[in-house]
């Protein structure tokens, strides 16, 4: 834990007490303030109460008390309104902060220059976090791995000037935190994403270079037109910039050419080669392994150390994870998959043989954008309330069939590719949607998907 002392002897109100809620509360607690939490969940309260952490109704509250409000980044800042405990703190005058932010003014009190790795993007933040964390160790480096990925920040060890935290972080989270100033900061790329909490792209797009904006150093990706602008914003700064592109030559950055990545600065030198890494299959796994190595490089890692920590990594779960054989049929679980950008990456992964598993709630736009795609799909099977729309799209170009559920789709599937034509057919979960119609989150899903993949005649793990 890192206790939280910014606050000591004061009253913080604190809204959400989700994972990272409850974590921040008790490392206010720790730190010597009086925490007031509060949470539409009633099991959720008890838990905090069972903690030893005092519960009341905010809504009911002497907000005049209060110093900050923390709000957890699930709950809405600015669209499509401000929540109500945000109104009630503007009203009072007081600050409205996250759990980074309570991290960064820790930091900025015991060590200002430890290193602070944060990374942002709509798509490949998780990979190219836990990627990067992992070159680190296998650099040697004490390394603190959270944030959007999973340990909520509050809950690792302190900033020390020998310790790397490195921290996923949202919009939402970038939102909520005023002081951010990464030693490193990493922005992927941004697609349509979260508009319903952002209200308008320009918006979204403003957030997440925020965090590239306020590094000492930036790593960034440039592919898109929001990252690009950002980059050409930044070069004003006079700060450190690498860019990275899997499309063009730059002058000066991180090129990616198929499977190899060079920096560039008149030639290439080649950094690494991802041939035989199945962990990082995909352009989409290029850009996030140039990005983790751009920042290695960038905190001073040996380059000779690199391309074996790439041959090591593991990957995640939910994200291109082979979950095994079932017949001569693969079975792949992309359930964190949640929009076509996504999906998109995934399909480009495989040249053919796709017996492609979509749907649940859709994003805006659908699966329109994957249409250039279509031909890779042997068949989609569709489920959840995204099924009707999705089958619209596929009429006339891919055979599909509306399953409803994971379990009759997964069944399906597994029929269907192991009667094809294909030697090495792929059974693909990559719903280009979030889960909430059906499932409470991705890992969920992709859970529910490889206990259904073992329960398949002559499943094999992978």
């Known amino acids: 834990m890192t206790p939280v002392e910014s606050f000591r002897s004061k009253a913080v109100a ?5 994972g990272s809620g409850l974590a921040t509360a008790l490392a206010l607690a720790e730190g010597g303030a009086r925490v007031i939490v509060w949470d539409d969940s009633p099991a959720a309260i008890a838990k905090a109460e069972s903690k030893g952490l005092q519960a009341a109704d905010l809504r009911l509250a ?6 900050a409000l923390v709000l957890s980044p699930g709950v809405p800042l600015t669209h499509p309104e401000p929540h109500w405990s945000v109104k009630l703190a503007q009203k009072a005058g007081i600050e409205v902060i996250g759990d980074v932010e309570l991290y960064c003014r820790e930091r900025l009190r015991l060590a200002p220059d430890a290193p602070f790795i944060a990374i942002t993007g709509t798509n490949g933040k998780s990979t190219t976090t836990a990627l990067i964390a992992h070159l680190l160790r296998h650099a040697g480096k004490d390394v603190a791995l959270g944030g959007n990925i999973g340990t909520p920040i509050l809950d690792l060890p302190p900033p020390s000037l020998t310790r790397y935290h490195v921290i996923e972080m949202s919009s939402y989270q970038i939102d909520l935190t005023p002081s951010l100033q990464p030693s490193v900061g990493v922005l992927l790329n941004i697609t349509p994403d979260h508009i319903d909490r952002h209200g308008t792209m320009e918006h979204y797009a403003s957030v997440k270079e925020r965090l590239v904006k306020a ?3 930036v790593v960034i990706g440039v592919d898109d037109p929001f990252t690009e602008a950002a980059a050409v914003r930044l070069d004003h700064t006079g700060k450190p910039i690498v860019r990275i592109s899997l499309q063009e030559t730059l002058g000066a950055g991180i090129h990616v050419r198929g499977r190899e990545i060079f920096a560039w600065r008149g030639h290439g030198r080649k950094l690494a080669d991802l041939t035989g890494i199945p962990a990082l299959r995909g352009d989409h796994n290029a850009q996030n ?16 150390v690199l391309q074996a920590g790439l041959s090591s990594f593991p990957g995640l779960a939910h994200r291109m994870e082979p979950v ?12 964190k998959a949640t929009n076509a950008d996504s999906t998109e990456k995934a399909l480009l992964s495989f040249e053919e043989g796709l017996f492609w598993i979509a749907g649940g709630k859709a994003k805006e736009g659908g699966i329109t954008s994957l249409a250039p795609l279509f031909p890779r799909v042997a068949k989609a099977y569709l489920i959840g309330a995204a099924e009707a729309e999705f089958a619209a799209t596929l009429e006339g170009r891919v055979p599909y069939q509306r399953c409803g559920t994971l379990e009759t789709a997964v069944a399906a599937a597994a029929a269907d590719a192991n009667a094809s034509k294909f030697s090495d057919p792929v059974i693909l979960l990559s719903p280009s949607c979030a889960s909430f119609d059906q499932y409470p989150n991705f890992e969920v899903r992709g859970d529910h998907f490889r206990n259904l993949a073992r329960q398949l005649a002559g499943f094999s793990e992978s």
């Not at 392994?289 to 000779?304: F, H, K, P």
């Open 62 to 67: 002497d907000w005049s008390a209060f110093s």
């Open 324 to 335: 095994g054989r079932a017949g001569k049929a693969w079975l792949v679980n992309d359930s």
């Open 215 to 217: 590094a000492d150093k």
């Open 289 to 304: 392994a140039a990005a983790a190595l751009a920042t290695c490089l960038a905190l001073g890692i040996d380059e000779r």
């Open 14 to 18: 604190l809204f959400g007490l989700g």
